[in-house]
């Protein structure tokens, strides 16, 4: 069955750079959700769009932004990077707000 | 505000053992979502089991089952014969009703997490 995909899985940026991760959901789910998990640490909620629409916002830093397409793929867009933004970064996808499905994680790693 | 709350930090046993991971919430809603995750050390994670508010019923998977008692708030997982592929981390996670009412597509909240290593 097909999963969630996300690109690219490994990313090193320098301090200052711009970053953007992509997501292509599940086929048929209408939910697409961004954690950002630092390390150690638990995932963290950044922000949800339904049906291409920003459904829920969490602690995502103004530097980030984020869209879902005609497609129902969705990129994260990160600037101005800094040290501390260095984490894997999970999108997941749901279909009627059932189960959330996780993709394997981009591993951003800032310089 | 919701929370989840992992008491444990880090498990180890040998293998065949039995553990049991808990997992205690807080919610001031009456309609959520428990969830159980797994992340082994390849980083992805992986779904386990969803139970609903309303629903506490005990549920067994294989050598995976789950106790819900909503008196104590409390969502516990045990492994049953643990195997060293068990061996990852375990995330148990809430999910709020939404103002729109459709509860399963508000964000997920973690618990710290419990890592589980099961020794040969």
């Known amino acids: 069955a097909a999963g969630v995909i996300q690109s690219p899985r490994h990313l090193i940026k320098e301090k200052r750079e711009t970053a953007t991760l992509k997501c292509y959901p599940i086929p048929r789910h209408d939910t697409v959700y961004w954690y950002q998990q630092g390390p150690g640490q638990d995932p963290q909620f950044l922000i949800s769009f339904y049906e291409k629409m920003q459904s829920d916002k969490g602690s995502i830093p103004d530097r980030f932004s984020a869209q879902q397409f005609s497609d129902y793929h969705s990129e994260l867009n990160m600037s101005s990077l800094e040290l501390g933004d260095s984490a894997l970064y999970f999108c997941?996808?749901?279909?009627?707000?059932?189960?959330?499905?996780f993709g394997a994680g981009t591993r951003l790693s800032v310089l | 505000a919701q929370k989840v709350t992992q008491a444990q930090t880090e498990i180890s046993v040998v293998e065949k053992e039995d553990v049991t991971l808990d997992c205690v919430y807080e919610t001031r809603d009456t309609t959520y979502y428990l969830f159980w995750y797994k992340q082994p050390p390849s980083g992805e994670l992986v779904f386990l089991i969803r139970r609903n508010s309303f629903d506490e019923q005990n549920e067994i998977s294989g050598r995976y089952s789950w106790n819900f008692q909503k008196s104590t708030s409390s969502f516990n997982f045990t492994i049953t014969a643990s195997q060293v592929v068990d061996s990852a981390v375990y995330f148990c996670a809430l999910s709020e009703n939404s103002p729109r009412g459709d509860t399963g597509r508000r964000a997920l909240t973690f618990g710290s997490g419990t890592r589980l290593q099961v020794q040969p």
């Open positions: 997941a996808s749901s279909l009627g707000g059932n189960i959330q499905y």
